[in-house]
């Protein structure tokens, strides 16, 4: 997308459009599911996958022409195999601390091989002939800054969906499609606000400080979320929550995007773009397990003081739903702190105005009189 748009309004739209495919995809997802669980089966939420991905090769062969790699090298399959591990075993420790503990052989065990694994996938970066990310690309502060904000962002993101969908259907009692259909708020707001109004936004302001925006009303939501009771009613208890939610989110997605790309040669702008998904595929598994850990925690905390299920549930729900606002909160500080002054350093020196020029054509003309 870089290499086919112009860096400027047109490449901007064309991202806003991206992102907000993107950043509706999942919710359009758990409605579709919903539809299918409540229809001909909870099977089909697999099975359906199949004629989409056959869709999508034809598209392939259709659209996209065909290229040849800029440079040979073996692949590199001891950094895939690392990183893949590193990141696998992190996610499981975290999931299974709830039931085993911190201190637990099982979980420190897999918390020591992940960061093993991780470690070694630096040092064969930094060795092999075609690495699969090279360690000169960490030295951007801007891509790099932006690969964090992004991870933050679809942890909040994905972790909202898992833990939300659960509480409204064991908790407040929906059905499969009406809990799909409950997602059509951040669906809807997303999708508009990335396609429309996010790129002017981002144009006008930046993507740092529009990312600041979006995360902080990502933020606003998730604690308007997090006030919902057991008899909560969806108008007025989830509804708002789920509308910022999904503005938040079309300015952030957007944002994110773009500030991935500034100051990236074409050369190696698939890659920058490529380090942005990777981010939000990790940050989405890890935000996920890490809030699924606190709601559980806190549910069998209140569970075991002897409230009832239903209020242990609806107390998971809420701590869960603030550590996603913190989430929120941190993705916001990382563009304000971090990702605004590298946007400013990567920024090529502005040229005078039109009215400077004059002026100094002016001072000339004066001095020579």
């Known amino acids: 997308m870089v290499a086919t748009f112009a860096d400027g309004v047109a490449r901007t739209k064309a991202l806003g459009i991206f992102a907000a495919v993107g950043g509706s995809a999942a919710s359009i997802g758990v409605i579709v599911s919903g539809a299918l669980t409540d229809g001909p089966g909870w099977e089909w939420i697999f099975l359906v996958n199949v004629p989409i991905g056959i869709g999508l090769i034809a598209l392939v062969f259709r659209f996209i022409a065909p290229g040849s790699p800029e440079h040979g090298g073996s692949t590199d399959i001891a950094g895939a195999v690392a990183v893949t591990g590193g990141l696998m075993a992190i996610v499981f420790a975290i999931s299974r601390s709830t039931e085993e503990g911190w201190r637990s052989v099982q979980t420190l065990g897999s918390l020591a091989g992940g960061v093993v694994l991780l470690g070694l996938f630096v040092f064969v970066e930094g060795r092999v002939r075609s690495p699969l990310i090279p360690l000169a690309m960490f030295r951007r502060r801007t891509l790099v800054t932006a690969v964090v904000v992004a991870a933050l962002m679809a942890g909040a993101f994905f972790a909202t969906i898992f833990e939300a969908t659960l509480f409204m259907q064991q908790t407040l009692g929906f059905s499969a499609i009406r809990t799909g259909l409950a997602w059509l708020a951040s669906t809807a707001s997303s999708l508009v606000v990335a396609g429309a109004i996010a790129p002017v936004v981002v144009n006008r302001f930046g993507p740092s400080r529009s990312l600041v925006l979006g995360q902080t009303i990502v933020a606003a939501g998730a604690l308007l979320l997090s006030r919902a009771s057991a008899d909560a009613s969806y108008w007025v208890d989830l509804f708002p929550g789920f509308l910022l939610f999904g503005v938040g989110l079309g300015f952030s997605m957007m944002a994110a995007q773009v500030a991935a790309f500034i100051g990236v040669e074409d050369a190696v702008?698939?890659?920058?773009?490529?380090?942005?998904?990777?981010?939000?595929?990790?940050?989405?598994?890890?935000?996920?397990?890490?809030?699924?850990?606190?709601?559980?925690?806190?549910?069998?905390?209140?569970?075991?003081?002897?409230?009832?299920?239903?209020?242990?549930?609806?107390?998971?729900?809420?701590?869960?739903?603030?550590?996603?606002?913190?989430?929120?909160?941190?993705?916001?500080?990382?563009?304000?702190?971090?990702?605004?002054?590298?946007?400013?350093?990567?920024?090529?020196?502005?040229?005078?105005?039109?009215?400077?020029?004059?002026?100094?054509?002016?001072?000339?003309?004066?001095?020579?009189?």
Do not use: C, W, Y
Not at 336 to 362: C, D, I, N, W, Y
């Open 269 to 369: 702008a698939g890659l920058a773009g490529g380090m942005v998904e990777t981010a939000r595929e990790i940050g989405g598994a890890l935000g996920t397990a890490a809030v699924a850990t606190i709601v559980l925690a806190r549910t069998n905390d209140v569970r075991g003081s002897g409230a009832a299920d239903i209020v242990a549930r609806t107390e998971g729900f809420q701590r869960g739903t603030l550590a996603i606002a913190g989430f929120g909160v941190a993705a916001a500080l990382a563009a304000g702190f971090l990702l605004r002054p590298a946007e400013r350093a990567s920024r090529p020196p502005t040229r005078p105005t039109t009215v400077a020029k004059e002026h100094q054509t002016a001072v000339l003309v004066g001095e020579h009189r």
